[in-house]
């Protein structure tokens, strides 16, 4: 069998919390029946993207899989975006934003189908300060979120909700940013900054809805204050949000600075305080294994 035909797992077995063997399982199986061979690639923390680009240059997989979480998907786009090799999602994380972005289903069966199959879609790739970026960075409350996130000892969702109330009140927003585009420079403070290359945050709430993932435009999100009325509404698909409440800037590349050093993450990982942020869109996009609906709703 050719080195081609091969299928790359790529599995981050702290993710979410939860036990992985399943998905090898079901994956390696799903692997025999079309006719592909089966790699598994666990990850450590340790020098990960060289050993996935080892196992990538000398296999040569059409397709390299990922359960894990945000971090994880993004560390595997960045070995694979400047490829033609088609990337499958199969979210094993906390939040897992990049797949309620996507649409994906919750079923692991239904999941690994997806990722098998001939619907795929090339998406913008960012990178904010060097990182790679598919979903949404932030500045500001969120990121203060992720940090107390990761420092506290109670995984998943739960997690997050026992975090967000002292992160509410010890948050010393609102910040004050400078944002430098092509169309010129916007001054505005707010309690969040939000860099979104898709609609909506882990939570489902839908920050971004006129973005999409592939027409090579990224958004600035500035939202300017706690308005509670306003953030219920990002529960819909389709929020009709007040101008007082958000300010959006539409853009294919940014300079964003803060008055201080404040919070900072991307996809779901904290990266630490800064007061400067670079952004770029990559000439080379990722393809990856999406659903039919959502293809469709991306395709012109």
Excluded: W
Excluded at 65 to 84: H, M, N, P, Q, W
Excluded at 218 to 227: A, H, Q, T
Excluded at 260 to 283: L, W
């Amino acid at each position: 069998m050719k080195s081609e035909n091969y299928i790359l797992l790529v599995v981050n077995p702290i993710a979410g919390d939860s036990e992985k063997t399943a998905i090898i399982d079901a994956v390696k199986i799903e692997a025999i029946k079309h006719s592909y061979r089966f790699q598994l690639y666990t990850t450590t923390g340790k020098e990960d993207k060289k050993a996935i680009e080892k196992i990538i240059e000398d296999v040569k997989p059409s397709r390299v899989f990922v359960a894990g979480g945000d971090g994880t998907i993004s560390l595997v786009a960045e070995c694979l975006y400047e490829k033609e090799i088609i990337l499958g999602i199969i979210p094993a994380g906390s939040a897992n934003g990049m797949a309620v972005n996507f649409g994906l289903p919750k079923m692991i069966e239904e999941q690994i189908a997806i990722a098998f199959s001939d619907c795929t879609l090339k998406v913008d790739v960012l990178f904010i300060n060097g990182k790679i970026c598919l979903h949404i960075a932030d500045l500001g409350i969120n990121a203060e979120l992720v940090k107390n996130y990761e420092t506290s000892g109670v995984r998943g969702k739960l997690g997050y909700f026992l975090q967000s109330i002292p992160t509410l009140m010890n948050s010393e927003s609102p910040f004050h940013f400078t944002i430098e585009t092509d169309e010129g420079i916007v001054e505005d403070s707010g309690v969040l900054l939000a860099i979104a290359n898709a609609n909506k945050f882990g939570t489902g709430a839908t920050i971004n809805p006129q973005g999409k993932v592939n027409d090579g435009k990224f958004e600035i999100l500035i939202f300017r204050n706690l308005d509670f009325i306003e953030i219920f509404k990002t529960m819909n698909d389709q929020p009709d949000m007040s101008s007082d409440f958000v300010q959006i800037i539409s853009t294919d590349s940014a300079i964003i600075h803060s008055a201080k050093k404040i919070p900072f993450q991307i996809d779901g990982e904290f990266i630490g305080e800064i007061d400067e942020v670079k952004i770029t869109i990559a000439q080379q996009k990722l393809i990856v294994a999406l659903p039919k609906k959502f293809c469709k709703l991306h395709t012109p």
